[in-house]
Nanobody, 126 residues
Framework: QVQLVESGGGSVQAGGSLRLSCVAS????????MGWFRQAPGKEREFVVT????????YYADSVKGRFTISRDAAKNTVYLQMNSLQPEDTAVYYC???????????????????WGQGTQVTVSS
């Protein structure tokens, strides 16, 4: 099992920035990819970004490309999501997820991820 704990959410004004963190514990060596998803009120959970832990470029949703950046600190078992130029439509609960699936193609669907954090709220006001 892999346990994931997110932090760093909060309230900001449009144009502001936040950095989310996701700390993994447990059988972290079994994970091959990490991802961030978000769920706005009344909407389905949607893909934000994914990264293969073995290397390679991250893959971003079009809606966040150029504004969000994923990074990781392997020594700390931590994945970060730097969010810049935030807009009200970015308001959502953000979830970190881990997958044991090895895939060349980016993992962008919820069903590919077995382990999830509890989520952290991001609120962007206009």
């Amino acid at each position: 099992q892999v346990q994931l704990v997110e932090s760093g959410g909060g309230s900001v004004q449009a144009g502001g920035s936040l950095r989310l963190s996701c700390v993994a514990s447990g059988r972290t060596f079994s994970s091959n990819a990490m991802g961030w998803f978000r769920q706005a009120p009344g909407k389905e959970r949607e893909f934000v970004v994914t990264i293969r832990l073995s290397g390679g470029n991250p893959y971003y949703a079009d809606s966040v490309k150029g504004r969000f950046t994923i990074s990781r600190d392997a020594a700390k078992n931590t994945v970060y999501l730097q969010m810049n130029s935030l807009q009200p439509e970015d308001t959502a609960v953000y979830y970190c997820a881990a997958s044991r699936i090895f895939s060349i193609a980016p993992l962008t669907t919820i069903s590919k991820y077995e382990f999830w954090g509890q989520g952290t709220q991001v609120t962007v006001s206009s």
